[in-house]
């Protein structure tokens, strides 16, 4: 996946630029990229695979999965902000290829380039904004 395929909302040169900002990673199947009541300083894009994020249930070892992520979307979004922890677990379901922005590196991001952060914020606020209403009406639905 080429940057302007994972970055759609940036144009070539800008996706090109936050491409510098982030980190390969590979993860296995079966293996946790943010744990449930866990810091984590770092945000991931998925180039490849797929990620489910899962909260545990009354029954000790079971989950409930929560939203399945593909190639292009997100996950720990709040990583890069602030020193929160995680609400749910996030898992690889497939051998998956990320792309990892730290708080670190998205603080440099916005100090050299203030315009490429803030459009980066609204698109990741947008697609929270639609996690967030789809996950309203779910359970608008069960009660």
């Known amino acids: 996946m080429n940057p302007e395929d994972l970055f759609p909302f940036l144009n070539p040169e800008e996706a090109g630029i936050l491409v ?4 390969p990673v590979e993860v296995k199947a079966g293996e946790d990229i943010f744990v449930e009541g866990q810091q984590a300083p770092f945000m991931v894009f998925i180039v ?3 990620l489910v994020v899962r909260k545990p249930t ?4 079971k989950y409930q ?4 992520l593909e190639a292009g979307s997100f996950a720990g979004e709040a990583g890069i902000l602030d020193d929160s922890v995680h609400g749910a677990t996030v898992t ?3 051998d998956s290829e990320l792309l990892s922005l730290t ?8 100090s ?14 947008a697609i929270v904004h639609l996690r967030l209403q789809k996950t309203s009406h779910r359970l608008s639905m069960v009660l």
């Open 112 to 125: 050299h380039h203030p315009g490429l952060a803030i459009d980066l914020l609204r698109h990741l606020l």
């Open 103 to 110: 708080r670190t590196s998205f603080a440099t991001l916005a």
């Open 48 to 50: 490849r695979g797929r």
């Open 92 to 94: 690889a379901v497939r």
């Open 65 to 68: 999965v929560i939203a399945v």
């Open 20 to 23: 510098g900002f982030l980190e």
């Open 58 to 61: 009354e029954f000790p070892g």
